[in-house]
Nanobody, 114 residues
Framework: QGQVLESGGGLVQPGGSLRLSCAAS????????MSWYRQAPGKERELVAY???????KYADSVKGRFTISRDNAKMEVYLQMNSIKREDGAVYYC????????WGQGTQVTVSS
């Protein structure tokens, strides 16, 4: 049974940086499309970025140029480097692994406050 576990959330000031990590297990990781989603209070969950098995990436317009998604297939991990963080980036960030199955993590909280 596949699992993903997020880490790296926390409190960050506007303009700061944060790196989220997602560790996967129980799957052939290299085959999976790995995504980061986020959900702010009162809002729907939205796609932030994804990276597919070939390393092709896609970003939400709201984070382009500020966030970078990457993966390490040997470590079975995916990362989200968040730079120039804005208040509106505050949310619970979820990792998703999708191929023949879809696995979600429990999420990691990112709080943006000065």
């Amino acid at each position: 049974q596949g699992q993903v576990l997020e880490s790296g959330g926390g409190l960050v000031q506007p303009g700061g940086s944060l790196r989220l990590s997602c560790a996967a297990s129980g799957m052939t990781f290299s085959l999976y499309l790995m995504s980061w989603y986020r959900q702010a209070p009162g809002k729907e969950r939205e796609l932030v970025a994804y990276i597919d098995s070939a390393g092709i990436t896609k970003y939400a317009d709201s984070v382009k140029g500020r966030f970078t998604i990457s993966r390490d297939n040997a470590k079975m991990e995916v990362y989200l480097q968040m730079n120039s963080i804005k208040r509106e980036d505050g949310a619970v960030y979820y990792c998703n692994a999708r191929w023949n199955n879809s696995y979600w993590g429990q999420g990691t909280q990112v709080t943006v406050s000065s």
